[in-house]
């Protein structure tokens, strides 16, 4: 029984964290970097109590979890007079429960995962789905849509990870693509078609008659979909495919961010000398958008490493999981890995250009109490798994 | 744990790929497009600045300033970055319509550039909006030189009035920058390219709001350089006193010339305009109402207006008929009777004359005897000798929009009247009726021929010590003989109330028929006879008979002159 925690998983984590610290003292100065420090340190704290607990009682603990996370977004969501509706005050601070929520549900669902032996047929996605999509409609009626796709992916991983054939994944889940091709009715169409042809020669009826069922049915309904969008999302997404048609409006953090990436070039401007940044250019400097701030201090170089150190943290991770003998650890530590990837993968294809605008923070490194607090217990609890990963 | 091990590999790859993908856009931004977002990110951050420039200023003839600069405040915003709440409460401010700031500011097509909305600001709106400064976002307040007319309306047609550019004027000369002012009419249009200057640049840093941060040292900035003063022959005083003497006539005209050297003093019309209201930059309601007013005050009636000249054109008549020898200067023609009859037409006189020389014609000014001396000398030799002197020609003065009139020949009336034009469209001519049209400073210029025996100069508002003349070519002798006439419609003709004690005026009297209403009074004069060094041309509209009202304010506005010049004069042997 090897008793050490992964170091890997610490010192990549404080890595991270520190740069984020500076960043956030380079883009809002040394007032909101205190606030950062302080809790990043309670976080930390936090971390290292939840490193000595054992996986077991995370796994007893976790339809209370849960149960706590949907209440508090429940409360705001009925309580909350701020719109959006995604924070609860306590005095001075306050916190997001969407964040919480995805640790627990990760927790709720990895949970579940681990009491089935065996998933096969659709059927056995629907408590995984019920899971997931619970928090998912809840925090998407705040309205959050960033904190809300989160757990899509986290729902696709996690089934795959427990077991789930991958490939009647990408058939329950050929919706989601249905509906992004629905935008023009030539790319549905030749999406339909390549999809028919691949269900037919998979020779399984009930997959045939259900891709066919939803795919249609989601093609046809997202038009109306689309209408229902609250105008800041719809202009977040023409903007995305056209950001030099309304340089004032949404499109302008996507220019200013590309601007300061770009200008950043091979080395960077130098730390604390960001024009774009400095000149208030740049919009969510300390949030949202500090990738663009570390893209234009640090160039091109400073984002290779930083990607770098990312990657890295994810493949522990996702090496833990894989080593991780107890089926319940294994999926709970690749719920965390997926988080934590596609939050950073989203967080930065946003910032360069690659994804339309989401408000999606960059673990360990945006400002943000509750993104950072619940990012270090997932890790806290990654860390107690790596210590006993070769039990059973 | 093999399923487990496919996932692995598969999840994985799938993170390699998506890292290499970002790392390879990454690339691309910063390596392969990276200077077009240096450049970019440059241009948020830099910006070029123009300081304009002061323009010239507009001098009298004794360098005093009859147009000049003063600093003002304008308001400039950045649409970029202009929010809804700054819009209307700097609407609020500058009582601007939302839509009229915003209107203006999409003149210039970059949305990061700012641009001036607002000249000539009160310290009441300058102390709102930099109350206000922490909470607006794209506002800015500066201070630019601004034109300014101490003299108001008196100058208004001869110094014209400055104007912001338009975006056709800068398609004319890239020169030109938005926000920049150019001459619109006047000496400041005519002397554009003396009085402009040129802007100064600076660079400058300023944040995401449109705010300046700091100067940019790195590049050079270029001070502006001032515009080039214009001194002009224009006599402050005199102006002043011809307004005055017509402050009692709601339309006239008065040019006031050196006749000597062509320096022209005074070049009034009436009514005038205020030009420091263009400062401000009107509005369209304004211009609307400037522009259809009946009254027409933004025309120069002294350059621009063309009335028949009456009875001032005898002289011309008296030197052509004398010049192709017709007649001398004792022809006796028919008595006046007070009228005259021609075929089934009559033809009347204002008085019953009696029998006249050519000398006692002009100085009583008889029609019926220029009737007949214009029949026998001939519509050709009229026409020849007054285009020899300028008639229907423009004088060649500095100022643009100048009025050619007209001067009816054979030709002319054959094309106007077909075959069927009779002697009586020549006696209408004869007494400065009819189709003849010239401006007022085109009669002052003839006239000219009196005062310096033969030789034109041409006007010019400039200061300049070369005049450029022309000859008539129209004999001496009768120039004389008629210049002897015209001292006598002063003495004892028509003419008497110019008059200037221990002064020779030499005139002439006009009444201009004006079919829309009462006739327009009319007088030209000169003095002293023997050395002229004022000639006056004075178009009183609507006001009768030119000996009773422009006569004798002629004669006061001679003196005027003749007494300023005469206390310089021992201003300098008191000095000496």
Redesign the interface.
Same mark, same amino acid.
């Given at each position: 029984m090897i008793k050490k925690i992964d170091p890997g998983i610490v010192w990549l984590t404080g890595a991270l964290s520190l740069l984020g610290v500076m960043m956030i003292y380079s883009t809002a100065g040394s007032a909101i970097m205190t606030r950062q420090i302080t809790w990043l340190i309670f976080s930390i704290l936090v971390a290292i109590i939840f490193s000595r607990i054992s996986p077991r009682i995370w796994l007893n603990l976790s339809p209370v979890i849960y149960s706590l996370s949907i209440v508090m977004i429940v409360i705001i969501l009925f309580k909350s007079d701020i719109y959006p509706k995604r924070w609860i005050k306590f005095g001075d601070f306050s916190i997001q429960p969407s964040e919480f929520a995805k640790f627990a549900t990760v927790l709720m669902l990895a949970s579940y995962l681990s009491t089935r032996k065996k998933l096969q047929s659709f059927s056995d996605m629907a408590v995984p789905i019920a899971i997931t999509g619970l928090p998912a409609v809840l925090i998407f009626l705040e309205p959050d849509l960033g904190a809300a796709q989160i757990f899509l992916p986290i729902l696709i991983?996690m089934s795959?990870?427990a077991?789930m054939s991958?490939v009647k994944i990408l058939i329950l889940f050929s919706p989601f693509v249905s509906a992004a091709a629905s935008f023009s009715i030539y790319t549905w169409v030749v999406y339909m078609a390549i999809l028919m042809v691949f269900l037919y020669f998979r020779k399984q009826l009930t997959d045939l008659v259900y891709g066919f069922a939803s795919n249609s049915l989601v093609g046809l309904i997202m038009p109306l979909l689309w209408s229902s969008l609250k105008t800041y999302q719809q202009k977040r997404i023409i903007a995305f495919f056209s950001p030099w048609l309304d340089?004032?409006g949404m499109s302008w953090q996507i220019i200013?961010s590309?601007?300061?990436?770009?200008?950043?070039?091979?080395f960077g401007k130098g730390f604390l000398s960001g024009?774009?940044k400095k000149?208030?250019?740049l919009p969510e400097r300390h949030t949202d958008f500090i990738f663009s701030c570390l893209?234009e201090e640090f160039?091109?170089v400073g984002?290779?490493v930083v990607?770098g150190l990312?990657?890295y943290l994810?493949?522990r991770l996702?090496?833990l999981?894989?080593e991780t003998r107890n089926r319940f650890s294994?999926i709970f530590v690749?719920g965390i890995?997926?988080w934590i990837?596609y939050q950073t @993968?989203i967080n930065?294809?946003v910032t360069?250009?690659?994804l339309p605008v989401t408000g999606v923070p960059l673990p360990f490194i945006s400002y943000g109490g509750s993104a950072l607090l619940a990012c270090f217990m997932a890790i806290g609890v990654s860390l107690s798994i790596s210590k006993t990963k070769l039990a059973y | 744990m093999d399923?487990?091990?496919v996932?692995?590999k598969?999840?994985?790859n799938l993170? @390699?790929i998506?890292?290499a993908?970002?790392?390879l856009?990454?690339?691309k931004?910063?390596?392969f497009?990276?200077k077009?977002?240096?450049r970019?990110?440059?241009e948020?951050?830099i910006r070029r600045k123009f300081n304009p420039a002061p323009r010239g200023r507009i001098l009298d003839r004794h360098g005093q300033e009859i147009a000049n600069t003063r600093p003002g405040f304008y308001v400039s915003v950045v649409?970029?970055?202009i929010d809804q709440l700054t819009l209307s409460t700097l609407s609020d401010i500058l009582s601007m319509e939302e839509t009229e700031i915003i209107e203006k500011s999409k003149i210039e097509k970059n949305?990061f550039s700012p641009v001036k909305i607002a000249h000539d600001i009160s310290y009441a709106q300058l102390s709102l909006i930099e109350e206000k400064a922490d909470v607006f976002s794209g506002v800015e307040v500066g201070v630019e030189p601004l034109r300014n007319y101490p003299y108001e309306e008196l100058f208004f047609h001869v110094i014209g009035y400055v104007g912001e550019i338009t975006c056709e004027e800068i398609e004319k000369d890239k020169t030109y920058i938005l926000g920049d002012y150019i001459g619109k009419m006047g000496l400041e249009r005519y002397y554009e390219n003396i009085l402009r200057g040129a802007n100064g640049v600076e660079y400058v840093?300023?944040?995401?709001?449109g705010k300046e941060?700091s100067k940019i040292t790195e590049k050079r900035s270029i001070p502006p350089t001032a515009g080039v003063d214009v001194l002009t022959t224009m006599d402050l005083a005199l102006s002043e006193s011809v307004a005055v003497y017509l402050e009692d006539h709601e339309k006239a005209a008065c040019v006031c010339l050196d006749p000597q050297s062509g320096e022209i003093l005074v070049l009034y019309s009436k009514p005038s305009f205020d030009p420091n209201l263009f400062t401000h930059g009107l509005q369209k309601k304004e211009w609307d109402i400037l522009n259809n007013d009946p009254d027409a005050p933004m025309y120069n009636r002294a350059v621009m207006s063309c009335y028949p000249p009456g009875s001032t054109f005898k002289p011309f008549i008296a030197l052509a008929a004398l010049d192709s020898k017709t007649v001398g200067e004792e022809k006796r023609f028919e008595r006046c009777l007070g009228e005259y009859r021609l075929g089934r037409r009559t033809f009347r006189c204002w008085k019953k004359h009696g029998s006249l020389d050519l000398t006692g014609a002009i100085v009583n000014s008889c029609d019926i005897y220029f009737y007949q001396l214009g029949r026998l000398t001939g519509v050709d030799t009229i026409a020849d000798r007054a285009n020899r002197i300028g008639f229907g020609k423009k004088t060649g003065i500095d100022l643009l929009n100048e009025k050619q009139g007209i001067l009816p020949d054979r030709k002319w009336f054959e094309k106007r009247y077909g075959y069927n034009w009779t002697q009586g469209h020549v006696f209408n001519l004869s007494i400065g009726q009819g189709d003849l049209l010239v401006s007022p400073l085109q009669l002052a210029c003839a006239f000219a021929i009196f005062a310096n025996l033969g030789r034109i100069p041409i006007p010019h508002i400039i200061s300049r010590t070369d005049t450029t003349y022309f000859t008539a070519d129209i004999s001496q002798e009768a120039i004389e003989t008629v210049c002897e006439a015209l001292a006598g419609v002063v003495d004892h003709g028509t003419g008497t109330l110019a008059r200037v004690p221990g002064v020779e005026v030499c005139g002439k009297t006009g009444t201009s028929q004006n079919p829309h209403g009462e006739d327009h009074s009319l007088f030209v004069g000169f003095a002293p006879a023997d050395n002229p060094r004022i000639l006056v041309c004075l178009i009183v509209e609507n006001a009768g008979h030119g000996g009773s009202v422009a006569a004798p304010i002629t004669g006061r506005i001679i003196k005027s002159y003749l007494n300023s010049l005469q206390q310089e004069l021992s201003e300098i042997s008191l000095e000496q």
């Open positions: 991983v795959y990870w077991g991958g340089p004032q200013q590309k601007i300061a990436i770009g200008s950043g070039g091979l024009t774009q000149l208030e250019f893209g160039g091109l984002i290779t990607l990312y990657v994810i493949y996702l090496r999981a894989k294994s690749s890995m997926i990837a @993968f930065i294809g360069i250009g690659l | 399923e487990k091990a996932a692995f598969v999840i994985r993170i @390699f998506l890292a993908i970002v790392v856009w990454s690339m931004l910063q390596v497009e990276g077009k977002y240096s970019l990110s440059e948020n951050r649409r970029a970055v949305p840093e300023v944040d995401a709001r941060v």
